[in-house]
């Protein structure tokens, strides 16, 4: 960063034995989520992008969620909002602590979940709970600069695992002009591209055709 980000990570860090910081050279992201993962310590990883953020409650009702249902990763609705209308988000009051409403999906179920009907949510990395024991050797793809998050996704939901649906629109996505989802119709699309691709064959060589058609349409259309 070349702002005064690591300064103030630093810190947060004396203050918090909670907050461990870590500095690389700038590799691209799928390598700084690479070196997380390598770092990371916890019983669950948590992806939180730099521009974005979270409802106060969203980390708590998915811990719930996972632990209740021995699931291996949760994931919730979003939001794109602008800076403005994130900071209006952030300061409502919490609302009444019932438990959030869950549905859950495994195997085949969750597959269908990502190939239809959660693509968008289950297109980014951002806003997910993950087990990391679950996660295993599996690592971002550091050849592709856009889509690597759905690539991993793609490669971690195919093990057959449980996942759950906490259904709340509590991810906020900021959206300004340089976000890196705006350049997949530029140069840097083809990057996109090739993820899309790489999912459609392997769905059609596993005969799964229907789950290869949501992707051929896509990368078609890049």
């Known amino acids: 960063s070349a702002d005064g980000g690591p300064g103030i990570c630093k810190e947060m860090g004396l203050t918090d034995s909670r907050i461990l910081f870590c500095s690389k050279e700038n590799g691209g992201v799928s390598s700084a989520r690479n070196y997380g993962l390598l770092k990371a310590g916890g019983e669950y990883v948590f992806f939180l992008d730099s521009d974005d953020a979270i409802h106060p409650r969203l980390l708590e009702e ?5 632990e209740k249902e021995k699931a291996s990763l949760a994931f919730a609705g979003y939001k794109k909002l602008t800076g403005e209308e994130m900071e209006e988000a952030l300061r409502k009051p919490l609302c009444r602590r019932e438990r959030v409403k869950g549905k859950t999906a ?20 951002g806003g997910k709970l993950i087990k990391r024991e679950d996660i295993g050797t599996l690592c971002f793809d550091e050849n592709l600069t856009n889509g690597e998050d759905t690539f991993f996704l793609y490669c971690f939901i ?15 996505y900021r959206v300004h002009k340089r976000s890196a989802t705006h350049s997949q119709k530029t140069a840097e699309g083809k990057h996109y591209f090739e993820c899309s691709r790489r999912i459609c064959k392997k769905e059609f060589e596993k005969g799964n055709y229907d789950f290869a058609l949501t992707w051929e349409r896509f990368f078609a259309l890049q």
Do not use: P
């Open 62 to 66: 998915m811990l719930y969620q996972v």
């Open 158 to 172: 195919r093990r057959q695992i449980k996942m759950v649906y906490v259904e709340k629109d509590w991810y906020y």
């Open 106 to 125: 495994k195997g085949r179920e969750a597959e269908s979940w990502f190939h239809g009907i959660y693509v968008n949510e289950l297109s980014g990395i």
